[in-house]
T-cell receptor, first 115, second 114 residues
Framework: DAGVTQTPRHEVAEKGQTIILKCEPVSGHNDLFWYRQTKIQGLELLSYFRSKSLMEDGGAFKDRFKAEMLNSSFSTLKIQPTEPKDSAVYLC?????????????FGPGTRLTVL | GDSVTQTEGQVTVSESKSLIINCTYSATSIAYPNLFWYVRYPGEGLQLLLKVITAGQKGSSRGFEATYNKETTSFHLQKASVQESDSAVYYCARKGRGNYKPTFGKGTSLVVHP
């Protein structure tokens, strides 16, 4: 069974550009998460979907970050416009949701560099 | 709100020595959360190391252990004898039972010297 897939693995953008990151969760998983990972802040939640419905949009990240889940097997994260401080690794994760054993399965991440 | 606090920054240990990475969680909204340790090895994605869902129980994997202590709201990660291959970033996480999103600590970078 395939794990979480993320594309692209690396992205370089100029300041002010729009970039779109893609994620395919594990088949059958109901919850999908987008995180930003940095050494200083660790994992910061950007968006959280449950059964395709947006449950949390990450507060401080709302203005330039927009995640969508068009169907149960595909999600995108748009950053518009990008800023140098957005340089980080962006992780997508999915889980079955609810229950006692709902561990998260993470994708390999997209490393974004904004010049 | 919900929070997870773990040993910050980098921990450096010599090979074959013992290790403990501290993790404590708040118990404000969820009395008995599920607790997890995730690990990211160099060049790899974040993956589950171990999990415990019952207070008082111990989880173990790859020589690591963590005990769910509800009295002290802790879930410290321990290993008796570390190896160079254990060098990685470790994240402690909690998740309420039911449909709640998990809360992660900020991560601890472990460097094991030969």
């Amino acid at each position: 069974d395939a794990g979480v897939t993320q594309t692209p693995r690396h992205e370089v953008a100029e300041k002010g550009q729009t970039i779109i990151l893609k994620c395919e969760p594990v088949s059958g998983h109901n919850d999908l998460f987008w995180y930003r990972q940095t050494k200083i802040q660790g994992l910061e939640l950007l968006s959280y979907f449950r059964s395709k419905s947006l449950m949390e949009d990450g507060g401080a990240f709302k203005d330039r970050f927009k995640a969508e889940m068009l169907n149960s097997s595909f999600s995108t994260l748009k950053i518009q416009p990008t800023e140098p401080k957005d340089s980080a690794v962006y992780l997508c994760a999915s889980s079955l949701g609810g229950g006692n054993y709902a561990e998260q399965f993470f994708g390999p991440g997209t490393r974004l560099t904004v010049l | 709100g919900d929070s997870v606090t773990q040993t910050e920054g980098q921990v450096t240990v010599s090979e074959s020595k013992s290790l403990i990475i501290n993790c404590t969680y708040s118990a404000t909204s969820i009395a008995y959360p599920n607790l997890f340790w995730y690990v990211r090895y160099p060049g790899e994605g974040l993956q589950l190391l171990l999990k415990v869902i019952t207070a008082g129980q111990k989880g173990s994997s790859r020589g690591f252990e963590a005990t769910y202590n509800k009295e002290t709201t802790s879930f410290h990660l321990q290993k008796a004898s570390v190896q160079e291959s254990d060098s990685a970033v470790y994240y402690c996480a909690r998740k309420g039972r039911g449909n709640y999103k998990p809360t992660f600590g900020k991560g601890t970078s472990l460097v094991v010297h030969p």
